[in-house]
Every structure is written in C-alpha cells, then in structure tokens.
C-alpha cells in the first residue's frame, strides 16, 4: 500500500490545559508556533479549537480569524479545519467563525456520552452547520463517535445537505462513547464504503493512550492518521507528549512502517477534494 496518508493535528482542543501539559499551545501566538512546527513535521491538516486568556474554551470569531491569518502567514497551503463542537460555545454560536471560510470544518450529526455529560448535537443545529459550510465552500470532517453517525452522514449526503463524498473520522477511546475495538473499527471501514464507495477517504483518532493504537491501524488499512495534544498529552505512560510536532514525527514514521507516503498540503487538498489554497 503506497498511497499518500494525510496526518492531521489537533493542537489544542477544549479540555486539556498547561496544568496537564505544558506545552499545549493556548494562546493564539503559541498556536501559531505549535502548527508550524507541525507543519514542519509532516501535518498538513491543522484542526483549530481557541482558548480564552484564562485558557477556558472559546467561540470568538476573532480569535479564529487571528489564528487563520497566521497559519496561512506560516505554513502555505496547509489545510485549515476549524472546530464547531459543543465545549466551547452553544447553539448557532458554534459555527460564528465559519463566515471565515476555513477549508474545512468539524461537523458531529448526532448525540453521544461524553465522560461526564451528553454531547448534545441536535437534529436542527446540525442541520444549520452543514448548510452554513456549503454556503461557505467548506469542506465538513463527520466526527463518528458512533455507527449511526455514519448513516447519518450518508443520509445528508444523499439528501445534497453535505456536498461531495463526506470525508468521515473514527472518533474511538472517549469514555461512555465507543471504545477501542478491532471488530468495530473494521466494521466502520466496512460501512462508510458500503454507503460512501469503496474510494471514500476516511480518518482515525484515538484518544489518549489509544491515539497510537488507532494511527497503527488507520495507516495500515488506507486511512488517515489524527494525532496532537487535543487527544493525548502523553507519550507513553510515564512521560509527557514533548510538543504536537513530537507527535507528528512519530505518526509519520508509523506511515513509513507500513509504506505509506506523507501526504503533502496538495496531495491531501487533492484526495479530499478541497479548493486550491489562498
């Protein structure tokens, strides 16, 4: 297997804080650095969540726009992805920033357990977000933290509410979601081509110790690898993660043990069928 395999990180998400590891990057400065040195690694997705001075989550357009213009500044053409989930606003205000028109965007079409409350992504809202990244000429990343998730990406895809084959991520190891199963991860690759084709892309996160596990079984079986400290501020058990571009060397040499190639900024433009970069 020999095809390109794109590596997306996710730098900071809303939960973990300098508390848990000092090197996750909240200011938007620090973001900056973090991804290009990402970028430097072999990433070429960056997926965005900003934080507030006190490092709290946030929805702040402005914070958004601050980042995007850095990146593109920093990192040409690298693939910008920012994040509508539900820690860090509420309602419509989860997709304010997506006027911005990043490449692309999270997208989760239904509800699930998180580890200590519901992660409520209603029919209406959901709804509201896939119409606003058409209108934007953004790309959504289907966030998959259950098998229904992905009939219900296919489901608006049919129905024209998500344009051009849905690109869909595993979301696997969240406590009180989906756990980390071989069988379940064999038989999700199994249904999105099934639904989607036999040639639709699709993507793997595993949260914390099982973010390895999951970007040895994406680059294994012809998907793409998610890694970062959104997900795991650890290297092994004993050691902190040093920096999100640590972890994006040691997924590209997970793509290199099973021969393959590191996506470049256009090749993963081309194989999710994005638009040129600015």
Same mark, same amino acid.
């Given at each position: 297997?020999?095809?390109?395999?794109?590596?997306?990180?996710?730098?900071?998400?809303?939960?973990?804080?300098?508390?848990d590891?000092?090197?996750v990057?909240?200011?938007?400065?620090?973001?900056?650095?973090?991804?290009?040195?990402?970028?430097?690694?072999?990433?070429?997705?960056?997926?965005?969540?900003?934080?507030?001075e006190?490092?709290?989550p946030?929805?702040?357009?402005?914070?958004?726009?601050?980042?995007?213009?850095?990146?593109?500044?920093?990192?040409?053409?690298?693939?910008?992805?920012?994040?509508?989930?539900?820690?860090?606003?509420?309602?419509?205000?989860?997709?304010?920033?997506?006027?911005?028109?990043?490449?692309?965007?999270?997208?989760?079409?239904?509800?699930?357990?998180?580890?200590?409350?519901?992660?409520? +992504?209603?029919?209406d !809202?959901?709804? /509201?977000? @896939?119409? %606003?990244?058409?209108?934007?000429?953004?790309?959504? *990343?289907?966030?998959?933290?259950?098998?229904?998730?992905?009939?219900?990406?296919?489901?608006?895809?049919?129905?024209?509410?998500?344009?051009?084959?849905?690109?869909?991520?595993?979301?696997?190891?969240?406590?009180?979601?989906?756990?980390?199963?071989?069988?379940?991860?064999?038989?999700?690759?199994?249904?999105?081509?099934?639904?989607?084709g036999?040639?639709?892309?699709?993507?793997?996160?595993?949260?914390?110790? +099982?973010?390895?596990? !999951?970007?040895? /079984?994406? @680059?294994? %079986?012809?998907?793409?690898?998610?890694?970062?400290? *959104?997900?795991?501020?650890?290297?092994?058990?004993?050691?902190?993660?040093?920096?999100?571009?640590?972890?994006?060397?040691?997924?590209?040499?997970?793509?290199?043990?099973?021969?393959?190639?590191?996506?470049?900024?256009?090749?993963?433009?081309?194989?999710?069928?994005?638009?040129?970069?600015?």
């Amino acid at each position: 297997m020999t095809h390109p395999a794109i590596i997306c990180v996710a730098i900071t998400g809303s939960v973990p804080t300098k508390a848990d590891n000092p090197a996750v990057p909240t200011s938007v400065s620090e973001q900056i650095e973090s991804t290009h040195a990402a970028f430097e690694a072999g990433a070429s997705i960056m997926h965005a969540h900003v934080r507030n001075e006190d490092e709290t989550p946030s929805s702040d357009p402005d914070r958004f726009a601050r980042l995007k213009e850095g990146v593109e500044t920093h990192c040409p053409g690298m693939i910008i992805q920012f994040s509508t989930g539900g820690r860090s606003g509420a309602g419509t205000e989860r997709g304010g920033m997506l006027p911005l028109r990043p490449d692309m965007a999270s997208l989760s079409v239904g509800s699930n357990n998180f580890p200590t409350r519901v992660y409520e +992504n209603p029919p209406d !809202l959901v709804k /509201w977000l @896939a119409s %606003e990244m058409i209108t934007y000429d953004i790309k959504p *990343e289907i966030e998959a933290f259950d098998l229904s998730h992905i009939f219900r990406a296919a489901a608006m895809f049919e129905a024209g509410e998500i344009k051009n084959t849905p690109y869909v991520q595993f979301v696997m190891g969240v406590k009180n979601a989906m756990p980390v199963d071989r069988a379940v991860f064999d038989f999700y690759r199994a249904t999105v081509k099934r639904l989607l084709g036999d040639d639709a892309p699709w993507c793997a996160a595993g949260i914390g110790a +099982n973010q390895i596990v !999951l970007n040895e /079984w994406a @680059a294994a %079986e012809g998907g793409h690898l998610r890694t970062g400290l *959104e997900d795991n501020v650890r290297w092994d058990k004993h050691t902190l993660a040093p920096s999100n571009a640590a972890l994006v060397t040691r997924a590209a040499e997970i793509c290199a043990k099973h021969n393959r190639p590191v996506a470049t900024p256009a090749q993963a433009r081309t194989i999710l069928g994005l638009r040129a970069a600015a």
